[in-house]
């Protein structure tokens, strides 16, 4: 099956229609139905009108980081520090970092902006003055190696000095930071939220258990392979930026004897996917979900709108097929709310 180039996952989007705040309450956001022969207008808390026995909902359960830190180098000029994953076990590091600095949850990667004007070795202080961290050795795409002083922990620096990071294209500051967090949010793994996940409440998950389906839970640990855009033409040249992803057996199991797997999200797909391709249950994972690829688990898609030309648009085009544009076009012409805060939408797989 030839794949088609970037440009045919491109659209028009009125500005207006980029979502700069979170819906309230949360299930209010409209529902764009499309698992039928005519679409469906319905707000997200009606998904329990739409489910019963036999459908297992999937959901992400990772938390957002405070990945964001404004430091400065010595000299004061201000640096960006975008904190992104845990550094693996014996990945290279600069030999500015000592081993102290080399021990687990001490040592990430992270954007560092401006990334030239920062050596390796480059200790970066806060705004009193106290060294937070040293930036090690450049490892491409613009990520760099950054390890907390003395041994400390990542997470203790990034509570200490971060913030919860929001898009670029959300200009309104956010009153309540767990508004960017899912109400099922657990182990801080993430520097961008599930956010297909953001709609539900408990209560409106205990209303679709009470309604028979059952909900799991699985972990991807979502970063650079799910926000960074795709910067080739030939999307069969585009290279995910591998992402953590753990599925406990059980849940495999449960969407093994499944009548139908929903997945809330495109990172819970992902984690399913990578699962049942790799045969792995947690690892990294690399996967990129494009046109003629055969989904093994997942039946149905609750998710959000994404960005043009985006590996997420390019996934739904995966699952969906052709009619993911159809789709688009009707919401955009009823005013549908866009992105990490917008509106949602439910389609099936593409048989």
């Known amino acids: 099956m030839a794949v088609p180039s ?53 959901v992400n359960d990772t938390r957002v980081i405070p990945a964001r830190l404004q430091l400065f180098k010595p000299t004061g000029g201000a640096v960006e520090v975008f904190l992104l994953d845990e550094l693996d076990r014996g990945q290279p590091t600069s030999g500015e970092l000592t081993s102290a600095e080399t021990t687990r949850d001490a040592t990430w990667r992270a954007l560092v902006r401006p990334s030239r004007r920062v050596p390796d070795g480059t200790e970066l202080v806060d705004a009193t003055g106290t060294v937070v961290l040293r930036v090690g050795t450049a490892l491409g795409d613009g990520v760099r190696v950054v390890a907390a002083r003395g041994g400390a922990s990542m997470l203790a620096v990034a509570h200490a000095h971060g913030e919860v990071p929001l898009p670029p294209y959300i200009n309104v500051p956010l009153a ?36 028979g389906a059952q909900v799991e839970r699985v972990e991807l640990a979502v970063g650079l392979g799910t926000f960074r855009p795709i910067l080739v033409d030939d999307i069969d040249d585009h290279t995910m930026h591998g992402e953590w992803f753990n599925v406990a057996p059980a849940v495999l199991d449960a969407c093994a004897d499944a009548d139908r797997v929903i997945a809330i ?20 994972t690399d996967l990129f979900i494009s046109p003629g690829y055969a989904f093994k688990v997942v039946d149905t898609l609750f998710t959000n709108f994404h960005q043009p030309k985006s590996s997420l648009l390019v996934m739904l085009s995966a699952f969906a097929g052709d009619e993911w544009r159809s789709i688009y076009e009707h919401a955009i012409a009823q005013q549908y709310r866009f992105f990490s805060f917008g509106d949602a939408m439910i389609v099936n797989r593409k048989a």
């Open 6 to 58: 970037l440009d045919a996952f491109d659209y028009v989007l009125p500005d207006e229609l980029i979502a700069q705040y979170p819906a309230e309450p949360r299930d209010s956001a409209r529902l764009l139905d499309a698992t039928a022969q005519t679409v469906a207008h319905r707000r997200v808390r009606d998904i329990a009108e739409l489910v019963g026995p036999g459908d297992v909902l999937v």
């Open 265 to 284: 999200g495109t990172t819970s797909v992902r984690a399913l996917e990578s699962a049942a391709v790799t045969g792995a249950t947690s690892g990294v």
């Open 176 to 211: 309540d930071a767990d508004r960017y967090q899912t109400v099922y949010s657990r182990n801080e793994r993430s520097v961008a939220a599930p956010t297909a996940g953001l709609h539900f409440t408990d209560e409106l998950l205990a209303a679709c258990v009470a309604r």
